[in-house]
């Protein structure tokens, strides 16, 4: 898929079928995610895979919406630790896997964390390690097609503030 | 461009050719970030095109990497305010920017910020507002055809962590 479309189209998708993500796909994601740029290509990050039912269901229980977590079929989450942007890189490894996975057809979501120390505890992390984010990816329950719309469609169709608000040119 | 071969084929481009970039791919860069998804979709973010010449240097003097904003064909802060993640979904939008702008041949690279508050002050920010980035694009001065390697190729020559440091399956 072409990159504008890509970045046009996609939606979270929070709602996914029942139908699993073929490994080379998964790899594709994670790969994603690794390959990222970041602040002195310290590579701040870990990306732990939860395949585990019982260790699914407590990342279920650190995040806001544990139904993402239940329902999805490719649990990621992504820690950082280190000094610099770790953060902000975060975001940049959490986009390239999401749009690689849009790529395939496959939705995603990053999930807000509710409880960090369970999340902590779970996953075992490092004193200085932190989650930065919890990806849930499916299939979509009610799949679109990017194709059917030309970006600027795909733009002007999404609810976001108008260009003036958010751009200044000085 | 296909989205896995931008997100594994692009890397830091620092050095620009002399060589604007056409007003159509700044504004598709420009949408490239607001229509990215963000937390609550609260969009906390502002992009600051910086074209005047005094502005400019003074955002140079307030990054580590001076050189970068002076030689780029386009100049954009990304600030942020409010709650939430903001600085993670400010790395959401960076990567939305930087690979649809690959997508058109333009290279990017996010710049640190050295002195946080002359950008406050160069940008007239609001109190609670700071910069999360300064990205600098442009031509890069010695281009890469993306297309000359497979996304698998283009991995392995990566200088990054190997996937059994950086992934667990749990």
Chains 1, 2 share one sequence.
């Not at 002195?40 to 585990?52: A, H, L, M, S, T």
Request: charged share 30%; glycine share 6%; aromatic share 6%.
């Amino acid at each position: 898929m072409d990159v504008f479309l890509a970045v046009t189209s996609r939606r979270e998708v929070r709602d996914y079928a029942d139908r699993a993500i073929p490994e080379d796909a998964v790899l594709r994601i994670l790969d994603a995610g690794r390959i990222s740029g970041s602040s002195k290509n310290r590579q701040p990050w870990r990306f732990f895979v939860v395949e585990d039912p019982q260790l699914r269901e407590r990342i279920a229980k650190s995040v806001y919406a544990p139904g993402n977590v239940h329902g999805a079929a490719l649990v990621v989450a992504i820690t950082v630790s280190g000094k610099g942007p770790t953060t902000f890189d975060a975001g940049r490894a959490a986009q390239n896997m999401m749009l690689t996975a849009w790529n395939d057809g496959i939705g995603a979501c990053p999930n807000g964390i509710s409880d960090a120390e369970a999340l902590q505890q779970a996953l075992e992390l490092a004193e200085d390690e932190r989650t930065a984010t919890v990806l849930t990816f499916g299939y979509a329950a009610r799949p679109r097609d990017p194709e059917r719309r030309s970006p600027e469609e795909w733009i002007t169709r999404a609810d976001r503030k108008p260009v003036d608000e958010v751009v200044r040119r000085l």
